[in-house]
């Protein structure tokens, strides 16, 4: 199935005769088949994404040409790179730095990205890489920016990336260890706390879905020694801050990808998710909904899901059409709780 063509990819179509016999490296914010244009084009092209749906989308038309994880690494082998801007200004750093000892000296390096979206930043991102980069055009609220790399590049350090701090939910204390753009990278957001306070002892089997840096599974794996804690998301870089979290506490989880519950083959007493509704730019819930809605066929018998999400959303008909019984069992005037059971 096809994805719509985005604003920046038709904007990038103007300019295709940048890409032509490139050997290119492509990264960031994908949301389309545009890379298979580029395919085309280039004299060769690998694409680089953090995106676990965008990589099972891609994979059967891109083959080995997609790859999917938190670090790419190997010897100098590209001479263009196409960033397409995160959200994160952090994560468009942390893409930049580990790419840039990928491509040899005077390679051309392209930002692209829709004008509310921090590609106007484009100066200060390449800064460490060479000169003022030129913008190439601007159009349907995009820019295309393209510099050229002229300075030493340092070697790539995954350790360096990560934010490490300490928080306590309720009387468990944990160290977090989060790679830029991940979900608690910065401190326990109030809704994770709310979640993490109305939930009683566990055994059993437990998701966390949308891991995000590890915060829920691993408070819960310390709270309940016992649990068999799985931990999935779609962003490669969240992934890789639970493993993290998880081992700098010194417990056990399973961490791996899954698109909602593409790559879950098994059922659980407890599914408990920090739900994510923002996808990029755009406030996005299909996701959300599906997880909701499939939840109950991933439950043993008397197994239950607890969820926290924003008041202003309206997750409570959808729990009432696929579960037996939901209840609040948290709220304030930003939060509620849901527990509902199968």
């Known amino acids: 199935m096809s994805r719509p063509v985005s604003a920046v990819s038709q ?11 490139k050997r290119l490296l492509v990264c960031g914010a994908l949301e389309d088949d545009y890379p298979r244009q580029l395919a085309e084009l280039t004299d060769s092209l690998t694409v680089f994404t953090t995106d676990y749906c965008y990589y099972l989308s891609q994979q059967e038309a891109l083959g080995d040409n997609i790859l999917f994880d938190h670090q790419l690494g190997g010897a100098p ?14 994560e468009a750093q942390y893409l930049l730095a580990m790419m840039a000892p990928l491509l040899e000296a005077g390679a051309d390096l392209l930002l692209a990205g829709e004008n509310r979206g921090g590609i106007n930043g484009a100066d200060k991102l390449l800064a460490p890489y060479g000169e003022k980069p030129i913008k ?4 349907r609220r995009s820019s295309l920016y393209h510099g050229e790399l002229g300075k030493p590049v340092a070697p790539f350090e995954l350790e360096a990336w990560f934010s490490r701090y300490e928080c306590l939910a309720g009387d468990t204390a944990l160290t977090v260890m989060a790679l ?5 990278a910065d401190g326990l957001d109030l809704g994770s706390q709310m979640l993490l306070a109305s939930l009683p002892p566990m055994t059993g089997k437990l998701l966390d879905f949308g891991c995000g840096a590890g915060v829920i599974g691993s408070v ?7 649990l068999a804690v799985h931990m999935v998301d779609i962003n490669a870089l969240a992934l890789e801050s639970s493993r993290r979290t998880l081992a700098i506490n010194g417990v056990q989880g399973k961490v791996y990808a899954s698109d909602v519950y593409s790559d879950v083959a098994e059922k659980f007493q407890h599914i408990v998710s920090n739900p994510p509704f923002h996808a990029g730019l755009k406030t996005f819930y299909a996701a959300t909904e599906t997880f909701l809605e499939k939840a109950p066929g991933f439950l043993a018998a008397n197994g239950s899901l607890t969820i926290v999400a924003n008041a202003f959303l309206r997750y409570q008909p959808i729990l009432d059409t ?17 527990l509902s059971k199968v």
Do not use: C, W
Not at 136 to 139: F, H, I, K, L, V
Not at 180 to 184: I, N, Q, R
Not at 220 to 226: E, S, T, V, Y
Not at 324 to 337: A, C, L, N, Y
């Open 77 to 90: 082998r590209f001479d263009a790179l196409l960033l397409l801007m995160p959200k994160a200004k952090a």
């Open 136 to 139: 190439r055009d601007s159009a």
């Open 180 to 184: 830029p753009g991940v979900f608690s």
């Open 220 to 226: 819960l794996a310390k709270r309940n020694p016992a």
């Open 322 to 338: 696929h579960f037996k019984r939901t209840e609040v069992i948290g709220s304030d005037t930003k939060f509620r709780v849901y």
């Open 11 to 21: 904007m990038l179509e103007r300019n295709q005769a940048l890409f032509v016999g």
